[in-house]
T-cell receptor, first 113, second 115 residues
């Protein structure tokens, strides 16, 4: 199993550009989520999904869009990048009940100039 | 409202000593899970240990144990016989049993093990 994979590992954008961060998992997990981690801080939830076709907002959703057309994939779209979106982005997946740990991808380090 | 509180931004411990990392949480759910993750300088998130709200015994995983005090809403991580490789950020997180069962993180504690 590859687990949770994320691409790219690093990305530099200019203000106003758009891009998609890719996330895929091969563990048949219903639940997938995106977090951002700013320096010296914990992880904050951006968007999450409890299954294909179902998504919802987390704590910091503004400026981001998601869709879930398959169980395996959960891409995160930055609509118009801003310097405040400079961060490390983590994708995670798990089974959908509270006692299941979330498995994390390796992260994407995004810099917006 | 802050659901997970980690009050120790940084801790310094001598190698081979035991260390306790504090975590308090806030929830009105009866069913919830508490998790600890380690984040080394390389950046990945590593799951360490889990405690369920209905578990009567404290969870243990090798050198890691969780001191779970339900009435006080605390879930402290204890690392016995610390090693240099334990130097990392440590995050406490909670997943509530109601609603969407999102995972919510604390701010983290940076642990440094001195030789």
């Amino acid at each position: 199993n590859a687990g949770v994979t994320q691409t790219p590992k690093f990305q530099v954008l200019k203000t106003g550009q758009s891009m998609t961060l890719q996330c895929a998992q091969d563990m048949n997990h219903e639940y997938m989520s995106w977090y951002r981690q700013d320096p010296g801080m914990g992880l904050r939830l951006i968007h999450y999904s409890v299954g294909a076709g179902i998504t919802d907002q987390g704590e910091v959703p503004n400026g981001y869009n998601v869709s879930r057309s398959t169980t395996e994939d959960f891409p995160l779209r930055l609509l118009s990048a801003a310097p405040s979106q400079t961060s490390v982005y983590f994708c995670a997946s798990s089974f959908a009940t509270y006692h299941n740990e979330q498995f994390f991808g390796p992260g994407t380090r995004l810099t917006v100039l | 409202a802050q659901k997970i509180t980690q009050t120790q931004p940084g801790m310094f411990v001598q190698e081979k000593e035991a260390v306790t990392l504090d975590c308090t949480y806030d929830t009105s759910d009866q069913s919830y899970g508490l998790f600890w993750y380690k984040q080394p300088s390389s950046g990945e998130m590593i799951f360490l240990i889990y405690q369920g709200s209905y578990d009567e015994q404290n969870a243990t995983e090798g050198r890691y144990s969780l001191n779970f005090q339900k009435a006080r809403k605390s879930a402290n991580l204890v690392i016995s016989a610390s090693q240099l490789g334990d130097s990392a950020m440590y995050f406490c997180a909670m997943r509530e049993g109601g609603g969407a069962q999102k995972l919510v993180f604390g701010q983290g504690t940076r642990l440094t093990i001195n030789p």
